[in-house]
Nanobody, 120 residues
Framework: QVQLVESGGGLVQPGGSLRLSCAAS????????MSWYRQAPGKQRELVAA???????SYVDSVKGRFTISRDYAKNTVYLQMNSLKPEDTAVYYC??????????????WGQGTQVTVSS
């Protein structure tokens, strides 16, 4: 059984910062990629940022220079530092991990989502 537990969402004013965390736990053998997605009301879920097992990162253009994804490999945890937040960043943020259990088979796992609201 694998679980992804997110934390760190909330209400922040435009220009403010938030840090999201997502910890993976359970029967984990190896984690390939950890990512953050978001879904705003009436919109499709989009990939915000991803980090590979080797530490390579990628970002959607709208957050480049403002968001930073990082990973604590020992704790199986991924972070998303969000600075200079804008109202259009308002969404439910979901953590995703591509990982294998001890069978060696890789699967997708999702967190429950955490709400981020940017408003004055």
């Amino acid at each position: 059984q694998v679980q992804l537990v997110e934390s760190g969402g909330g209400l922040v004013q435009p220009g403010g910062s938030l840090r999201l965390s997502c910890a993976a736990s359970g029967s984990i053998f190896s984690i390939r990629t950890m990512s953050w997605y978001r879904q705003a009301p009436g919109k499709q879920r989009e990939l915000v940022a991803a980090i590979t097992s080797g530490g390579s990162t990628s970002y959607v253009d709208s957050v480049k220079g403002r968001f930073t994804i990082s990973r604590d490999y020992a704790k199986n945890t991924v972070y998303l530092q969000m600075n200079s937040l804008k109202p259009e960043d308002t969404a439910v943020y979901y953590c995703n991990a591509v990982l294998s259990d001890y069978s060696g088979r890789y699967s997708d796992y999702w967190g429950q989502g955490t709400q981020v609201t940017v408003s004055s």
